[in-house]
């Protein structure tokens, strides 16, 4: 499919170019430019970040779960801890904070992903703390926000979502009604308002709500906002004013199309372009933030390749006032002009289930889990800058989560699949495995740390 070039690529290009030759070319931008330079004084490699990836695996046949911390500099397992059986769901705060569900249970544990020193360890099994929540609630996924302090679960067994305190262990201070079949909680420390996505009575077909929860010490409803069909998850842009809600069946306009409802979370309604489509069934997101992109995942019909849409999404502010956005207010800006146009829509593997993006939004990895077939569980490499697929890196299994994180001298992106008891590590320099971790057990999913 063509390929429409977003608007202001080249002047970026060339303002960092201006940039690097004025420093004398210490600079690069990002990974196509690597100038080399001679040091006047020997100098070692440059250090990596401190920072973890966290592992969370289920043996089977009712053993124990099992999280691993795993060192980002060097790809080795600095601490094991044990969870309840049958883990389902792994949350993690930007301040380190994991929680563990056990949908068959209710079982809610917390821990700290971090490791002081081998002397004096903290990601240890008798620093786990749990609650469970009431019988029957299932629940489903968590949101951990260390600002104001808050963990939403969603429970699809009782139609509500528990607001907790956070931390271990996190307190439950009010269960909340939603919409029916609730599946995600959309939000970031930076959003006024959270929102509960629920999938209605009969989903696919009943049309989906998000309900707005303020994101304060009250907790209290502030709306319910209709989106799209069988809505499955959501992200919500650098500052939080505007939340996206990808519904996997789309809606009645869209056809057999996904769509992404657009939520002005401020105005605590859908915004002036309330939905962009997508492709077939859209499951995940990322945001791009030095570039305003949102990166859609379509997972397609499985048997064929699916698609990466990566939709243009720059709000106005003050500081970017043009005759095409004369209204821009830097409290609630509105937006920009070619907000909600999609860019380009690349094919990636079959049955892609998920896309994380690094920080320097060069890049962008799909996680396709594949048909079953040998080959078809691949990590496909997206180059944001020219929008078109770089590399398809192999996987073994059936891929379940991804995360990706940048890094000097390179970033890292680590990968689980269901049916293997290994995390694969992928250098994003050269964009290929180069580490595979044991997790004792089958992966569940995988987070990096804040650093």
Request: aromatic residues 4%.
């Amino acid at each position: 499919m063509a390929v429409k070039q977003k608007a202001g690529r080249l002047p970026v290009v060339a303002a960092c170019v201006a940039s690097t030759i004025a420093l004398g070319g210490v600079l690069g931008c990002g990974n196509s430019y690597r100038p080399v330079v001679n040091a006047i004084n020997p100098v070692g490699p440059s250090s990596q970040p401190e920072k973890y990836a966290l592992a969370l695996a289920d043996p089977g046949n009712g053993g124990l779960g099992v999280a691993t911390l795993i060192d980002f500099s060097g790809d080795t397992v600095v601490g094991t801890l044990n969870t309840a059986p049958v883990p389902s769901f792994l949350g993690l705060s930007t301040a380190n904070e994991g929680y563990v569900l056990h949908q068959n249970t209710g079982l809610v544990e917390a821990f700290t992903a971090s490791q002081i020193t081998p002397a004096n360890p903290t990601f240890i099994t008798r620093n786990v703390t749990s609650t469970t929540l009431p019988a029957g609630s299932a629940p489903l996924t968590a949101l951990a926000l260390p600002n104001p302090g808050a963990l939403y679960i969603t429970e699809t067994g009782t139609s509500r979502v528990a607001a907790f305190t956070s931390g271990a262990p996190p307190t439950i201070r009010q269960e909340l009604p939603v919409g029916q079949n609730p599946t995600y909680v959309v939000g970031s420390n930076n959003s006024q308002r959270v929102f509960v996505l629920a999938a209605g009575t009969n989903p696919g077909v009943s049309v989906g709500t998000a309900t707005g929860i303020e994101n304060n010490a009250s907790n209290a409803v502030s709306s319910t906002i209709a989106v799209g069909r069988n809505p499955v998850y959501g992200v919500v842009n650098v500052d939080g004013r505007r939340a996206f809600v990808l519904n996997k069946a789309g809606d009645a306009a869209s056809g057999t199309s996904g769509t992404v409802s657009v939520i002005n979370v401020q105005g605590n309604t859908l915004d002036t372009i309330p939905r962009i489509v997508v492709g077939p069934n859209p499951v995940w997101a990322d945001v791009a933030t030095n570039i305003n992109e949102l990166a859609v995942v379509n997972a397609g019909d499985g048997v064929s390749a699916g698609s990466l849409t990566v939709v243009n999404i720059p709000l106005c502010s003050a500081s970017t006032v043009t005759t095409t956005n004369p209204a821009c207010d830097a409290t609630n800006p509105v937006d920009a002009a070619g907000f909600g146009s999609v860019l380009a829509t690349i094919p990636v593997g079959i049955n892609p289930v998920m896309v994380a993006i690094l920080q320097d939004a060069n890049k962008a990895y799909v996680a396709n889990a594949g048909n079953g077939q040998p080959g078809t569980s691949t990590v496909s490499v997206i180059d944001l800058q020219r929008l078109v697929k770089t590399a398809d890196i192999p996987i073994g299994g059936t891929l379940n989560w991804i995360s990706a994180t940048s890094g000097s001298p390179t970033g890292k992106v680590y990968v689980t699949a269901s049916t293997t008891q290994i995390a694969t590590v992928i250098r994003t320099d050269t964009d290929e495995v180069s580490a595979t971790v044991p997790l004792q057990g089958y992966g569940v999913a995988i987070k990096v740390t804040a650093p």
